[in-house]
Every structure is written in structure tokens, then in C-alpha cells.
């Protein structure tokens, strides 16, 4: 048995199979120089593309049935597309290496079959694309994904949260990373899926971990392989522990979140995906308090479009049925990275072009995103917000825009809701002229994860300052405090939807500065209810009434 230990980003026991997650290769291999040695590469990796399709058509047709499979059969007949395979030959004779042959040639046909009218063959496009997806990643020597047959336990390096996002979420049991920090976005989305995380491991990334019996306990930060029978059972008896205390707090499950003084707060939870929002009413939240929309973004090629981001904030919408949706505009940038927005490697990107910097100066990213929005809210109750404001001026060119957007749909005739609008205050400029700002929208949510980075000075990516990262720090509690009195001066609600939100220990203080909502993991919401409902707590900093539309 090897026994190891790392920080705990979740807690929880996990017993199960150690996958190795192994990079995708971006970079794509050049020629050696011999056309005829590419060409044979290509033709070698389309047989292999072949088969991987053959054993997924099998595998889908006896799991989904027929009709689902036979889009691997299109793919399959792809592979054998004259025109597809003439143009890579051209592009081999020429000088080009197998790999950049079969993804130059992908791109330009799947751009050709995107302009075409044809319905059909307009949908052709994204199959071609991956078609030769596969063949690139053959020909870098990657696998199709990270291939989880079963529930496992997952070992990396690091994840980023692009990675992450792509991972099947139900075939993972926890994660294991030898880098990373705890505030990291890849350590919020493993407490928004609900499952033991652990980062800055010591543990040996090789080979022979794959499929090797592993344990990590979340809860105090260690992990062991090949564990031994005693171990086993002691983990196995924490487990049965853990469960019996998630059984109590089903006691609170459907229970309004009341203090013993008769004080109400609102307990809504975090979310990355629509898939997410499931969660959030098994978790028995009473609504969805942050939206990460740049995860709508990332493992992606390309921009989604109006109609996609629609499809995916409408769905999650109808799914809360009435309850409140809170859809932040997208946070890309700093350790959010997507290729197809092109943008320039900078010094600082923490401190750089990121969230509304981006949208307040490229309309083409801003325009789908709200327009699809302010489409979602005509199905129910939508508020919108928008991170990493420092200045009155920013909101006042947000509500224009917001205005001409609705004014926009209008006069199309779409559906098109209202939405209360709210801002983020994670920087201290906003903290401190959140008094100006509060005049000026419905809402705030404090994003403590980067208000703690920017207030220390503290970069929340850097494991190395785990130790300085310090959420509880006398400068960020006096700065919630402004922030619930100046917003409810203003009579607007605040709320925080940083991880700090979730921290039991500072519940009690929340509610005496004045917060009328805490969003938090949905895996969250029983134990934060049940902190809420055993508090004599009640609001000592309120000025006046909060606004609750
Ligand atoms: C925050 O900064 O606290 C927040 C909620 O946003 P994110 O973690 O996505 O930066
Ligand atoms: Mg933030």
C-alpha cells in the first residue's frame, strides 16, 4: 500500500480505479520531409479512425438503438470521401505533414458544408469536423478523449477548467491532482459535481497507476493505492459515517431557510453547465444565485451561437421552474483560457482582458450572449450580472447596451423578458464605490474568490500562496460589511456567490452584516440550511428594507 497526501479541495470518500489523464498534444507534427511516409501515416490513422468508429456504431447501437448509432455510420462513410481524401493527398505532395494535411482539409470542407442551404448537409459540417478531429489526434498520438470505461478515480497533473469541462462528469468518482490550488475554477467545478477532490498531490504520475485500486479521503487530504484490508475498511467505515450524516440533513431538505429570530435568507446554488441544474434541485436549492456562462464557452472550436446559448439558458430556466436564475455574462480570461478568441498571451492575465473587458469592446461576443438572455427570461425569472466591474461608467455602458438589446428583440417580434440586473463586486475599487455602483443596479453578488486574489495581492491560481490566500483576512470582512450596507442604503439585495459563501463558520456573520443570499456548490445547500436554521442570528447593519423583486 503507498500512502500519499495533498490539499483537500472537497471532501468526501472516494474508493474506485486510478485513471491517468494524459494531455491532448496541441501541437500538430511536421512533415519528415517524404510525402510518401505522411501519406502513408494518413492513410494508416484513417484505418484506425475506422475502427474506433466501427466499435462506437456497435457499442451505441446496442446502448441507444439504431437511429442514435447511424451518425457513426455517416462518419464512417466520411473517412471515405473522394474530394476529403484528394485534397489531404494535394496537401501532402505539397509539404504538408499528415496531420496539419487532414486538418486543413477538415476545416475547409466543414466551412464548405456550414454556408451550404441544405439543412442536411448544413448539419454535415460539425460531423466532418470531427471526423477529422479523430485523424489529427491518431496522428498526435492522443487518445479520443480520456476513455473511463467504468467510474474511476481520476490522477493528473493539473486539470485546467477546459479540460475539465469535458470530462464524462458520471463516470467520475474524484480527482487527484499533483498541481493546482484549492480556489482554482477546476476545484470549484469538483465541489459544483459534488465529488472528493484533492490538489498538490505527491503522488507518481506513471503507467502502472492506471487501473490500480485507489482510495482518497476529501476530508483530510489523503489518498492511498493498493490499500490494504485494514485501511479498506477503516475508509469504508468513514463512508458509512459520512453517508449517516447526509441522511441527517435530509431532516432540512424542503425546509425554509429561517433563523430561530424569524430571519430569512436566500440559499441558491452555483452552477457551470445546464446539465448542472439538476443538481441544484437535488441539492434543494431554492434557486441558482451564479451561472457561469463562460463554461458555455470552453471545450469548444468555435463561438456558440445566439440560438445555442438560448437553447442552454432557456433549458436551465424552464428546469427551475419559477425559481430565480442569476446568468452571469462570461468570466473568459486569466486561467479561462479559449483558443478561438485569439487573444494576446499577456504578463498579468488575472489583471488583464477578461469577463465585461472583453464584451464591452467586441459587440459581436457581447450581442448573442445578451440577446440570448433577455430570449431565456421571457420562460421565467432571470437576473443578469456581469463580473469584473471597477467603475460606475462600465455599468452605465452595460444598461445601454442591455436596453438597445431588448428594444432590439422587440422590434423583431422574439420573446423577450426582463431581467434584473445585478454586478459582481470582486474587485476592491467596487467594493468601495459600491455606494455609487448600488444607485446604479438591482443587485450585487460578491465574488469572494476574486476579491480575496485582488485585495491580498494574492494570485489564486499560484498553489505556492495557498497560505497567504486567506478569505478570512480582517480587509475582506470589512469590505463585505461595506458592501451590504451600501447596497442596502440603496434598497438592493447582495449576496455572495464565492466559494465563501459556503464557509459555516462565517454564516452567522453574513447574516448580522446583511446578506440576503448565499449561492454555494448545490452539494452544499443541506448543511449551510441547517447552520441558518439553528442560528439566533439576525441582520444589525440593515438600513433599510431590501428590495426583493
Ligand atoms: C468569484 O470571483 O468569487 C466568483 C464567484 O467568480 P469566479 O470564481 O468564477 O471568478
Ligand atoms: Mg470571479
Known sequence: MVKGTGHAAFSGIAIGRAYVYRKQQNELPISCGD??????????????????????????????????????????????????????EQMIQDGSSAAQAAQDSGDTFSTAFAAMDDAYMKARAVDLKDVSQRIVQILCGNQQGTII??????????????????????????FVT??????????????????????????????????????????????????DEDTLEQMQQKEKEAAKERVQLEAFRGKPSITRTGHKIKLFANIGNPEDAQAVLEGDAEGIGLMRSEFLYLGRTSFPTEQELFDAYHSVVEKMDGRQVVIRTLDIGADKKVDYFGLQPEENPALGYRGIRICLEQDEIFRPQMRAIYRAAAYGNVCVMFPMITSVWEVRQIKAFCAKIQEELKAEGLPCGNAQLGIMIETPAAALISDQLAEEVDFFSVGTNDLTQYTLAVDRQNAQLDKFYDPHHPALLRL????????HKAGIWAGICGELGADTTLTEDFIRMGFDELSVSPGRILELRKKVCESEATPNERISVCNHR
Open 35 to 88: 510525402p510518401a511516409i505522411e501519406q502513408n501515416k494518413f492513410n494508416e490513422a484513417v484505418k484506425t479512425a475506422h475502427q474506433q468508429l466501427q466499435a462506437l456504431f456497435e457499442k451505441t447501437k446496442e446502448e441507444l438503438g439504431e437511429e442514435q448509432a447511424m451518425i457513426l455510420d455517416v462518419q464512417m462513410m466520411m473517412l471515405d470521401d473522394l474530394d476529403y481524401l484528394e485534397s489531404v
Open 149 to 174: 470505461e467504468e467510474p474511476g478515480i481520476l490522477v493528473a497533473e493539473d486539470l485546467t477548467p477546459s479540460e475539465t469541462v469535458q470530462l464524462p462528469k458520471d463516470k467520475i468518482l474524484a
Open 178 to 227: 499533483r498541481q493546482g490550488s484549492a480556489n482554482s475554477h477546476t476545484a470549484i467545478l469538483a465541489r459544483i459535481m459534488n465529488i472528493p477532490s484533492l490538489v498538490q498531490t505527491d503522488i507518481q504520475l506513471n503507467d502502472e497507476l492506471d487501473g490500480k485500486l485507489m482510495i482518497v479521503d476529501g476530508f483530510n487530504g489523503t489518498y492511498y493505492l493498493e490499500p
Open 480 to 487: 463585505l460589511k461595506i458592501i451590504a450596507a451600501n447596497a
